[in-house]
């Protein structure tokens, strides 16, 4: 007489959707801060981010059809363009119709993360036939600290992550159909001019996924495609910009690395995601066991160990969790990947699904606490700072000459006014010996400038901040200091009748204390 498994087997499926559920359940706890601060930000008018100004400011010009990369560091205005066109250019027929505004790049950065975690999700679900591991795929992604702070800020990175996870997904999806592989390509190279560190790792996942069986001439087809599409665009910019392409990308970008920085970023990932670390340290030593190299192998894996040599990026001065999202997106596909584990490897343990799933609520639940501990404060620090920095804004509008700004930079094309110099950038440049800076430090000294105002939260300071020592002792000595509003300090030219012996303890531009 057969034992009646049907019992059993019932009690494991239903254990294994309890499991599910939970887990589905902390998830959306990580979706919910997304979303949360993806609201906060969009709804949000006034600039969230130092970075954000130039990325208006480069729209605004571009819808204007002027070149945003000059080929002359010299000359006025002092500014730089850190990043190929794509996420501005996307940008430029909202300016068209809604004028300088800063919802609609955020708009298009929370779209873009979405469209990131579909990919990612219908990545793992083509490649396992998963569906729990595809949405747990697609969530995990979501609720990933760097993710959550950074996903909805207009800046380049989630655009680039997006496109880039889409056009992986497509080639994926369509392996053998050639238009698909060029529209998978397609997309890549649009990611690579959005942001230049996403050329590397999903096209060098996709060209491995390729090569696993024949013909392999798809892998060769795919990065002629990428590397045809990427120098040849590449040299048409350098040469319709004269050289200013180049310059700006590449010259520009010569950013002294503090490994002090990929120290603290390698011990906070490890600490909250070692989890996934040592999926992905098994998943790439199983190179040497034939039998567990699974199609959702060759994709996961290379994809997984471009992202840990990419992530490296974040050492350079002016770098910040942006360059982990493609490690963050790796994490995505390794959760999907332990879901799926279970019942393929051990077909027979019917409970074993339920334990996995039961194990990953452990790193999404630490996800979740780095998010509350560290990842929450910045968009919600500046929401709360709306009232002062509105007063700051409507404050400088009373000036009609030229203002230099720093952290608030973004009030300029507000104002449809141009930004005239950006100091972190050139402050990189005067580093590097690329610019020298003495005629607009002279400017200083002319006092061309109605006023400056200068952002001097403690982590803004000091030699790795925003201005160099030069110009901080030429605005010391041609202006005075006047009131603060949100952090923004505003220094006004320095008349013949006000007193010259002021005392600037802390001085907010150079990190330096008189007694």
Not at 88 to 117: D, E, H, K
Not at 238 to 253: D, E, H, K, P
Request: aromatic share 16%; glycine share 6%.
């Amino acid at each position: 007489m057969k034992p009646d498994t049907t019992r059993n087997i019932t009690i494991e499926k239903i254990l294994v959707w309890i499991a599910a559920l939970v887990v589905l359940a902390v998830l959306m706890q990580g979706a919910y801060y997304f979303v949360n601060n993806a609201w906060l930000s969009i709804t949000f008018p006034n600039t969230m981010d130092y970075g954000e100004g130039p990325i208006v400011n480069q729209a605004v010009r571009l819808a204007r059809f002027q070149n945003i990369y000059p080929n002359d560091f010299n000359q006025p205005p002092y500014t730089v363009t850190n990043y190929p066109p794509v996420f501005v250019a996307v940008q430029v027929p909202f300016v068209w119709i809604f004028g300088t505004q800063f919802w609609y790049g955020r708009l298009i950065s929370t779209l873009a993360i979405l469209l990131a975690a579909a990919s990612a999700g219908l990545i793992i679900h083509t490649l396992t036939g998963n569906k729990l591991a595809s949405v747990i795929t697609a969530l995990a992604l979501l609720g990933i600290p760097y993710v959550v702070e950074w996903g909805a800020t207009n800046r380049v990175d989630s655009l680039g992550l997006g496109l880039s996870l889409a056009g992986l997904m497509v080639i994926v999806r369509h392996p053998e159909q050639r238009g698909k592989r060029i529209l998978g390509a397609v997309l890549m190279v649009l990611a690579a001019y959005t942001k230049q560190m996403y050329a590397f790792c999903a096209p060098f996942a996709a060209f491995v996924w390729l090569l696993r069986e024949p013909p392999r001439k798809k892998a060769w087809e795919l990065f002629g495609w990428v590397a045809g599409l990427g120098l040849g665009i590449f040299g048409l910019l350098t040469l319709v910009t004269r050289g200013g392409f180049y310059n700006q990308l590449i010259t520009a970008n010569n950013n002294a690395y503090y490994w002090d920085t990929t120290r603290f970023y390698m011990d906070e990932v490890t600490g909250a995601f070692w989890f996934y670390l040592l999926i992905g340290a098994v998943l790439l030593l199983s190179i040497f066991f034939k039998s567990t190299r699974h199609k959702v192998w060759w994709l996961v894996a290379p994809y997984f160990a471009a992202t840990l040599v990419i992530s490296l990026a974040i050492g350079k001065d002016g770098s910040y969790i942006n360059y982990l999202f493609e490690l963050s997106a790796a994490f995505a596909l390794l959760a999907g990947l332990w879901v799926w584990a279970a019942d393929h490897y051990f077909p027979r343990q019917k409970w074993l699904p339920a334990l996995f799933l039961l194990v990953l609520i452990l790193p999404i639940n630490r996800a979740n606490q780095l998010t509350e501990e560290r990842y929450l404060s910045r968009v919600r620090d500046r929401v709360s700072q709306e009232f002062d920095i509105q007063r700051l804004f409507s404050k400088v509008q009373s000036y009609n000459g030229l203002i230099l700004f720093d952290e608030y930079m973004g009030f300029l094309p507000l104002m449809d006014r141009e930004i005239y110099f950006q100091p972190f950038e050139r402050k990189m440049l005067a580093d590097d010996g690329t610019w020298n800076e003495s005629q607009f430090v002279q400017e200083i000294r002319d006092q061309k400038f109605d006023a400056i105002i200068i952002y001097y939260p403690q982590w803004a300071l000091g030699e790795r901040g925003r201005w160099t020592q030069a110009q901080a002792e030429a605005i010391r000595e041609y202006y005075i200091e006047g009131p603060t509003y949100a952090g923004g300090t505003i220094f006004i030219p320095r008349e013949e009748w006000m007193q010259f012996d002021i005392e600037f303890n802390d001085c907010p531009i150079c990190g330096t204390t008189t007694n």
